[in-house]
Structure formats: C-alpha cells, structure tokens
C-alpha cells in the first residue's frame, strides 16, 4: 500500500509514465533495495520482513505507550505526591523531557535503524576501549527493561478485568490467582496475534489507533458533561505531600513516577525498525508524533479527571482497585455506563501488550543474534513461513508467565520486579544519550556527503549523521537537557511512596535493577566477554 501511494505520488509528478502496476512495482523494488543497503551499512543482512509503513508503526508507537490510558490508571500516586496541581505540572515536565529524549534517540535511530536499538548504538558510540562492555550492559538493561513490560502489561490489563468484574459484581471477591490467571490469557492474545496471525500486525495497530483516539472522545466527553466540575484553584493551585516528605518540591519529584509509567514504551518502534520501510525517516516521524499525540490526549484527560475527580475518598475505598472506575461511576451515575467506559481502557491495555511483547521478542532476537543472550544460537532462529522470530516470542512469553506466578504470593514483590520497565529502560537511554553528546561536542559525527561508501554506524566504523537530526548549537542543548532530565528522573524512581519507610512500603526496584545489572556482569567476564564482540558485522563492504 506505502508503495503503491508513492508511486501514485510520482506519476502525479510525471516521474512514472506507463501502466500503474509496474510502477507500483518499480518502487516496491527501488524501496526494498534502498532498505537492504542501509541495512548492509550497518554490517547486517535483512531478515525479517517489511511490513509496516508510516501510519502503522505510529499506530503501533501510540498504542504501545497508551498515554492517556496511562494517566487515569496511574494518577494516584502523582495526587498522593504532589497533589492535583503537581499531577499537571509534573505531566507537562515529563511530557517535555520525552520529547526531548527520544528526538535524541531518534537521530540515533535515523543513522543506525536496527532492532539492537540502544545497544547497537553505544556500541557505536563508545571509546573501543569500553564499547563491549557498555554495550553489553546496556543490552541487559534493555531485555530486562522490556522483560517487565511484558510482564506490567499483562499484569495491568488482567487486574484491570478483575476490576471490571468488581464493579459490575460488588459481591466479587478478587484474589490474587484470579489475577495471574487472567495475566496468562494476556499474554496468550498477544502471542496469537503475534505469531498465528503475524502478517496482520500492521493493519491491528492501525486500527487500534483509530480506537485509541475514539475511545479518548468516548470518554472524555461524557466524564466532562455528567461528572461534578471542581474550581481551577483547586485543580491548578493545589499541592499536597501525602508521603509525609520534609518538603513539598521532594514531594512532587516522588510522584513524579505515575506520570513516566504513562511514557513508557516509546522506543518500541526503535526495535521493530528493521520490518519498517525507510526506517531512517518513518520511525523518528512516527515516534516524535506519536508522543505528540499521546502527550496531548494524556494531558487532556489529565486534566478532565482532575476537574471531575468528585469524592475522592470514595475513590480510594473502591472495591475495583482503580479509583478511575469510581470516578466513571459517579459521574454518569451507572454502573452500565462506568464498566463501558472502562472497557474501552481495559481493550486498549490489552492491545498495548500485543505491541510490547513483539518490541521485547524483536529485542531478544536482536541481542541474541549478536551473541549477548544465552542460547543465543537457538533465539536468534527466524520462522522462514511468518519471518517472525518464533523462539524469542517464546521465551519472552514463558518468563512472563513465571513472573507472574510471584503474583500469587505477593503483589508487592511482583511490583517492584515490573519497576525494572523504567529503571531498565532509562538507564539505557542515559547511556546511549551521554555517549552521543560525547560524540557530538568532539565533531565524532559526519556528514554522509563527506564519508565514503562502506560500513557506518556501527562498532569500529565511522559515525555519520542520518537524514533526520537537530543541527548544530540546537542538537548540543537538547541532548543536555535530555541528559539532566534521565538523571533525575533515575535518580527518583528509586525512592519509596511513604516516608517513614517500612519493609512493606519500600521501594525495592533498586534491588531488582542492581539484580540485574549484576548478573549481566557476571554473565559478560565468565561466558559472554570471549562471544561477545559487539553487532556482529554479517555483511562485509567496501571501505
């Protein structure tokens, strides 16, 4: 379809003459070939196949990071931190510091557009003394960040359904089995619509991007009409420090977390890069927009919420667990409309994980095809049928299904592991973010037009800035920015809600990240250091 819209755009222009099928064709074949050899630039060779164009990866980028899904499901620990007014404020930096981040990543993105994604680039990125092993732990991080995605998604769409079953059951009596239980039937549509039905994911994710900003209308418009309207002092002027902080700016960085829950996932794209026409410039379109998007329905629905909260006591003692459903409850008074209106988010946390688990299952098999995972010989193996690669799916799936059974015996525990999503996944950013403003301030990057043909942008070769980038001065100051903004925020989600701290209210993600980060050291000097070698060059060329 992307091919045939272009080649209808350069009949239009009297670039193609002739019968249209042809010219359809010609461009297939002109696209492919310039994917193929931007590929073999980076020193691999295509293997999986190229589905997705600009408006369906934006889909899969929008819905994958469900923002203003995100935002009802999450606002309480922003409200018990920070209060309303912090809830807003605190959305709008965090807003703005993703923006900031992934225009950063996605100048990574556009000069090397693999599946490794972060740590293909530091790899490239690094002084050689270092690259291996920076890139090696980022790596890590990565999976692992993208490991307890999975497993958050399946997790909040299954304890979203017990809630639905809560509120339109009151007798119900949610347990914590019931919860895993439904986690696993999660998974399970994922992985069918992942594997069974494969060659449709683009056109699922299109869709769902309808839905997604339908379902936004669908809900907002009748939370704002039906529900109790609070003052614009109570929502824009009201701080509150909940977690019993010396002091209310602390108060407001702690509850900074609900709001970057709500982000999380935007470099999904990154790592599906290497089945997106033209990579090179789709995907940082595609992810920019998409958080642009998601941004502004996050902070509409932010807000609408915010205004419409009514009694939130009444909220809190909900016996759905999420107060978003009370607050649907009340205002539309029934029960009917408020489990129709949290459907829709529940449908829409579902379809998330259909993104997340192909995100970390592209992740696994890109990290295990440049020998960084264990059995790597075995996850790096592609489906020659669905060109989808079948035992990453597998095993992303398998170790989500037995995480979830640490649900059963303790949601705390199960939490704090799935916190990893944002500490795994920002630390790589800061990484790969701190080399690159490394290279640019040293003149490490050049311009295609003044390199050579050959290998670029990846381990050993040459830096060269792809076509999508902030030039100059400009590019210097938002990679700054984007740097300050991943320390803080790294520096905060370490911390616990509540203070005095107890064993109970403790936020034990340090522990699970450090867990990690440890065991992949480990891996790296016993086994990984002697096959380890950075993105294995697979296809040689000429310098």
Partial sequence: MRAHGEAQELKAMGVIEGPQPYATLEVDQMSDNRDRDELARLGKKPVLRRNFGFMSILGFSCTVLITWEGSLILFLSGLQNGGPAGVIYGFILIWMGNLSVFSVLSELASMAPTSGGQYHWVSMLAPRSCAKFLSYITGWLTVGGWQAAVASGGFLTGTLIQGLIALTVPSYNPKSWHGTLLFWAVIFFAVFINTIVSSLLPKFEGLILILHIIGFFAILIPLVYLGPHGSADEVFTTFLNGGGWPTQGLSFFVGLIGNVFAFV??????????????????????????????????FGMTIALLFCLGDIDAALQSNTGFPFMEVFRSATNSVGGAATMAAVVTILALCATVGILASTSRMFWSFARDRGLPFWRTLQRVDSRTTVPLWAVAVTTVIACLLALINIGSAAAFNNIISLSVAGLYSSYLIATSLFLYRRCTGGVKLSSDSP???????????????????????????????????????????????PTTAKTMNYSSLVTGTVVIFSIAYYFLFAKKEYMGPVVEVEQDK
């Fill in 265 to 298: 996932g935007a470099d999904g794209a990154f790592h599906m890069a290497e089945e997106i026409h033209n990579p090179s410039v789709v995907m940082p379109r595609s992810i920019i927009l998409s958080i642009i998007i998601n941004g502004s329905l996050g």
């Fill in 453 to 499: 043909t050959g290998l670029a942008n990846t381990a050993g070769a040459r830096l060269v800035w792809g076509p999508w980038r902030l030039p100059g001065v400009l590019g210097i100051i938002n990679n700054v920015f984007a740097c300050i903004y991943l320390i803080v925020i790294l520096f905060f989600i370490f911390w616990p809600p509540v203070t």
